[in-house]
Structures are given as C-alpha cells and as structure tokens.
C-alpha cells in the first residue's frame, strides 16, 4: 500500500505567519522531490517551500494569502514507490509529524556551523566581543545552507546603521539580505561575492557605535559574548532583511533614497527567487515586467515573453524596457583617466547606487516637459519675517518652503490631477484623496525624501516642526521606511543655496515636481514704475504623458497667485 506523508513548511529561520504569495501546484500533480510547491513572500525575504519526496499530492491545504510558520502542514503526499521504499526511515523526515525533521535539519545546520567556525581562525568565537568590536554573524535562516553571496552592499571602514542590509544571499530557493545586528563602523569584511555562507558563519567585524544609554553596547555584547556562532547570531529583530527590493522594507529597514521612494511598497513586483535570479541574469529589472499572475506577480513565461518582446522591437535590451518601451543606447565610453593626470576612485555610496537607477528610469521613461514662473514673494517673506518670533516661540523655524507646501496643497487641490499617479499598466490614473507632500533634502550619503503626511490637515508651525523633524532624521539616516513612502508630489528646494532655475526629476509614480530656487529682489514693472519686489523662481516638471503644458502652466501661475497673496491659501 502506498504510503502518505504530511507536508510540513520547514525551518524558515526568525519568519513567522509568512503570507503564501504562490501555490505552484495542484491537488492530484506528481511532483519531484524538492520541487517547489508554494512560495513564501513577507516583508523581509523570498522562499519557496519543496517537497520533501517525490509522489502525488493528495491535499493542499494552503491557498495564496494564507499566512504559515514552520511546522504547519500545507498538504499531503502519497509517496512514490523508490520513495516510500528508501524513506522508510527518512519518510519520517521533513514530513513528520512529531517534527524530528525540524529537529534533525536545525542540529544539521548547527553542526555545519560549528564545523564551518573551526575552520579558521577568525571564525573562533571566544573573542567575539571586545574592544575591537564584535563579530557579525550570518543570523538564522532556516534550512538554507551554502547559499551564495551576490552582493556585498558595504565596504570596510563603513559607516552602518543597525539593520542595514551589508549582504545579498540567493539561492534557487529563497532570497534574503543579511542586516547589521548593531549600528557602528565595519572593520572587517571577511566575504565577497561568490562566497558561500550558512547560519553562524562569520562574515566580518564591527566596532559598535556608542550609545548614550548604554543599551547598544550591552546588546552587542549579548549578542555576540557567547561561545556558541549559533546562539551569537542577532536578535529577532535582525532577521534577514528584504533582498528583492529594498522597497520592501520593514519600518526598522535603512533608509531609501530618493526616485526609489515614489514606488508604492505595495506595487512591487512579486517575483520568485528563481524568477529573480533569471531576471538579474538576462540584466532585466522587472519593474518593467508585467506580472500575469495573481497579484501581478511575475512568472518565469511573463519574464521570457517580456525578453522575446523587447528583443522583436529591435531593442535588444530588456534591462532598458522599463514601462514605456526600452531604449537602445550605447555603452558608456569606457576612459582610463589615470593616463591624463592622477586620479582617486571611490565607490558610490549605497543610497546613490541605488537611486542611481531609479533616477535613470524615471528621466530615460517620463516624458518630462519643465514650467518655469516665478512668485512674487514680497509680502509673504514680511510676513514670514514678521512671524519669526512666533516660530521661534514654537520651538520652529519659518523658512519660505513651508508656505510653500502650503501652497502646493491648495494647487492639488484645485488642479486634483497634479495629486495622480498612471496605473501600472498604464491604463488608468489614480487618483488620490489624501495629500502627502514630499520634500527633497540633502544628506552626506544622497538625497533623501521624507513624506510629510496629510499636509492638508496642518498649519504653518506644524508644517515648520515637521519638516524640521523629517530633515534631521534624513540626515542623521534616521528616517523609517514609513517616513519616505507614499508622497503624491515633491519639492526640491535649492533656494537656501542659489541658483536660478533647474529641471528636476519626477519623482514616479507621482506625476510632477516643483524646483525653487533662490528668492532675488528684482525690478518688476507696476504699469507706471519699476518696484523693488522679491521674486521666487519655480521650475515645475511634470510627466506629459498626465499633464498638458497649459494645465502645468495654470498650475504654475495659481502657485504664484497663493504665494502672492498667502491669505488665498485659506481660501
Ligand atoms: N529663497 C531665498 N532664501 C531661501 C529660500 C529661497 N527659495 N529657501 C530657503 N531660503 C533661506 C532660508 O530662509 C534660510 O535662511 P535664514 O537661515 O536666513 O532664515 C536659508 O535659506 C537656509 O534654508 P534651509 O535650506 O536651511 O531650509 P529650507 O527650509 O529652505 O530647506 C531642506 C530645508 C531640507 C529642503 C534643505 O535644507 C535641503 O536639503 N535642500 C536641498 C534639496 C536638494 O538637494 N534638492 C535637489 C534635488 S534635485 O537633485
């Protein structure tokens, strides 16, 4: 007689109640040992849940949006005949029920690790934590083993903040990033891409920051003291991070940088593991792949289709063919500079490369067209001037971009289609009830862009705090994922540095953004004399494919119209 066996999610590391984006299979299909029956997609990493054995499913008893944990049956199998025959003693294996398959892979995991930290020096322990710093370990990561590095997001002399993603894993099976267990400074580095690591190999050392509490210290030393590489991995909270897309992110995930920001956490693609390692294969960025899955997610045919497309339009470059069709460029001309004069190279910060590319998307695939105005400011900077005691009395600061958000409230509100975003797919345009102003701000590691929420909902000094708030957490890399998502329209001021004008780029899915810069006394033509009035550039770019040239000029000229005259802002 046949014999059946219980499907059990495995050891999935610090994840629980992990939602099932994908069932692979159904009731009845024969299915292959490992293969992948269900993937498994939080907001922290990728995986696909294999079968233990080969043989028929009988039951599936998971559908998608079903949330599961190790140990949770999802179906069952009747084993095939090679399989019963030899699983005898490992039929009691992943499939369990008394969960010795749990059991046996964790103490699997622990012995490799304890073999694997034998192995070198630098992977002994006793030392791992001193004044030299403390030892950062490859935390729990369920039943993976020996999956590859693909990325190193840091170098040595780093400056990390807790939680920071320093490493990419991916195997055919899950993706995941590795984060920093405590903020400080990496001394070392001990793996590079290629390498391949399990839970508890050592992966470098960090000198933790100090803490004015203490708090950060102690938990390092906790985290880190014991003799154990299993136990010295971090605590839950430093869980694998988000691989896929850092837009991903849990609240407690680094900071995004701007462009990357205006993609709703929600509207990313879903893809598994082995989609997305195809698709970094072919150089493909799957944001502008469309998903014919459920939930938009994107399947490995969606993928292929996706490549067969761009290749027929003559492109030949799906990695380019981000919505709006791909773009046939040639290579950056490649220039040994040493050979014209001494030169220093150094990488690209972390933020930059990854707004680097979102930046690229949004200029090379929103058809950009820039409106220039400018707002009399006169009596509005008196005014501002004239309230300096009052916000300083607020504990605040009036500078002239919060009338401006001010002003850009009531523009989204008479002009709505200023506060949309297209669709996807592109078909439709959204349009938004609630207004969520985005501010450009400039940090040492990029620029970043905090979202001040309900903008409509508050005053001057309450716009003033906040964007003083929002500002220093941007440039003390504080600012939570929370705190840079969901804008419907940015501005980036340049007006505290100078400059007369400039184009700056749409922040996608939002369909505009408003450049200001410095404020100049000029002579402005009354109809009788030339006056003295304080004149405000405004550089507004918006996306053509939503907005006409004469709404973005309405816009820009109702703008000044409010600034003009802020009482009009009450209106
Ligand atoms: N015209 C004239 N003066 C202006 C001005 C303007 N448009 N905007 C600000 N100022 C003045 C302020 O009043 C302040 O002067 P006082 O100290 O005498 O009051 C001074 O310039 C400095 O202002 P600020 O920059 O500290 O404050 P802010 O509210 O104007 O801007 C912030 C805050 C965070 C947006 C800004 O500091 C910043 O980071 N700007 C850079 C944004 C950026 O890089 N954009 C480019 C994106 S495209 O690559």
Not at 51 to 56: D, I, K, L, N, R
Not at 66 to 83: F, N, P, R, T
Not at 231 to 242: E, K, N
């Amino acid at each position: 007689m046949s014999k059946r066996t219980e499907i059990r999610v495995p050891d999935i590391g610090d994840f629980e109640k992990v939602p099932v984006i994908e069932v692979l299979v159904a009731e009845g299909d024969t299915i292959e040992v490992e293969q992948s029956l269900v993937t498994l997609e939080s907001d922290k990493a990728t995986m696909e849940v294999p079968a233990p054995a080969s043989g028929t499913l009988v039951t599936l008893t998971v559908q998608e949006g079903d949330e599961v944990s190790e140990g949770d049956v999802i179906g069952e199998l009747e084993l095939a005949d090679d399989a019963a025959a030899s699983g005898d003693e490992a039929g009691d294996g992943p499939a369990a029920e008394d969960d010795s398959s749990a059991g046996s892979a964790d103490s699997g995991a622990a012995a490799d690790v304890g073999a694997a930290s034998g192995e070198s020096p630098d992977e002994t322990s006793d030392s791992s934590s001193d004044d030299s710093g403390i030892d950062i370990r490859v935390p729990d990561i369920g039943d993976f083993d020996k999956i590859p590095v693909i990325e190193v997001l840091v170098s040595e002399g780093d400056a990390v903040e807790a939680e920071q993603s320093l490493l990419t894993l991916e195997s055919d099976k899950a993706t995941m990033d590795i984060p920093a267990p405590q903020a400080g400074r990496l001394v070392k580095l001990s793996v590079q891409v290629g390498d391949e690591v399990s839970e508890g190999d050592l992966i470098g050392r960090m000198k933790v920051a100090a803490s004015t509490d203490g708090e950060s210290a102690s938990a390092a030393e906790s985290s880190s003291s014991s003799d154990a590489p299993v136990s010295s991995a971090p605590p839950p909270a430093s869980a694998p991070a988000p691989a896929a897309s850092s837009d991903d992110a849990g609240p407690s995930a680094p900071p995004v940088p701007f462009a990357e920001m205006g993609r709703d956490p929600s509207s990313l693609p879903h893809a598994s593991p082995a989609v997305r390692k195809l698709a970094r294969e072919l150089g493909v960025d799957l944001a502008g792949v469309k998903g014919s899955g459920a939930h938009g997610r994107i399947t490995e045919s969606d993928l292929k289709q996706h490549v067969k497309s761009a290749m027929q339009d003559g492109t030949g470059s799906a990695g380019a063919a981000a919505p709006g069709g791909g773009l046939a460029v040639a290579d950056p001309p490649k220039v040994d500079f040493s050979k014209f004069g001494e030169v220093e190279e150094e990488p690209l910060s972390r933020i930059q490369k990854i707004s680097g590319p979102n930046l690229h998307r949004n200029w090379v695939t929103i058809p950009h067209v820039t409106q220039f105005d400018e707002a009399d400011i006169t009596e509005m900077d008196a005014f501002r001037k004239a309230s300096k005691a009052d916000a300083e009395a607020a504990g605040t600061k009036m500078t002239p971009l919060v009338f401006l958000i001010k002003a850009v409230v009531a523009g989204l509100r008479k002009y709505p289609k200023f506060n949309t975003s297209l669709s996807s797919d592109g078909d439709s345009l959204v349009w938004k009830k609630y207004v969520h102003v985005g501010v450009a701000v400039d940090t040492p590691s990029g620029l970043m862009v905090p979202v001040i929420r309900d903008a409509d909902r508050k005053t001057l000094l309450e716009l003033a705090h906040e964007l003083t708030e929002l500002s220093g957490k941007a440039r003390d890399g504080k600012l939570s994922r929370e705190e840079m998502s969901g804008g419907c329209f940015s501005i980036s001021s340049l007006g505290g540095i100078g400059g007369t004008a400039f184009t700056p780029i749409i922040n996608a899915p939002e369909v505009a953004i408003l450049g200001v810069s410095k404020a100049e006394t000029k002579p402005v033509w009354n109809g009788e004399a030339f006056e003295p009035r304080l004149m405000l550039p405004l550089s507004l770019s918006y996306d053509h494919r939503v907005i006409d040239g004469a709404d973005a000029a309405r816009f820009t000229q109702y703008l000044a119209h409010v600034l003009g005259d802020i009482r009009r802002m009450m209106l």
